[in-house]
């Protein structure tokens, strides 16, 4: 089966971390970056509303990146960021040259930065959907859609490249 998931890069004052995300992600995370996030911990805490499994999901990645990594990635853990099925793909830290690398290879729909400091949201590469400033989307509930909408617009103060 074809992963139909981007890959996505945060960027705040602390670093960047870099995870896989469902299509409806992107809405997900902008919707998210339009209640002003200062950190990833932050953007993570806005975008729960909308899709609670997949954000846990990317947290407990973080937490098991953080447990066995700190300055490098340690050698017993690089399979695991440099493990091409990206249907799968466990959250990390971008922290040196082999997660630089890896957060870079887009996934079957593309990647997407999205720059908390700068307040910019660059698609690399997108393959799915043109994001729009103002949109709407649906919350998840077990990973399935719901009945329930989201809405979100991103302030002046946000830019989307290209």
Request: charge should be neutral; include cysteine; hydrophobic fraction near 40%.
């Amino acid at each position: 089966m074809a992963a139909t998931v981007f890959r996505f890069n945060i960027v705040d004052d602390s670093g960047s971390v870099s995870f896989v995300g469902p299509a409806h992600g992107l809405k997900v995370l902008a919707a998210a970056c339009s209640k002003g996030p200062r950190s990833t911990p932050e953007l993570l805490d806005y975008a729960r509303a909308y899709d609670p499994d997949w954000i846990e999901e990317i947290r407990l990645g973080l937490m098991v990146f953080n447990e066995h990594n700190l300055e490098t990635v340690a050698p017993d853990y690089v399979p695991v960021v440099t493990n091409g099925d990206d249907q799968d793909h466990r959250a990390f830290r971008i922290i040196d040259a082999v997660t630089r690398a890896r957060s870079m290879q887009p996934a079957q729909l593309g990647l997407v930065v999205m720059n908390l400091r700068e307040q910019r949201i660059v698609q690399i590469q997108n393959s799915y959907a043109e994001l729009h400033r103002k949109g709407r989307g649906r919350i998840r509930s077990r990973g399935v859609p719901t009945r329930s909408l989201f809405h979100y617009e991103l302030p002046e103060t946000w830019s989307i490249v290209p």
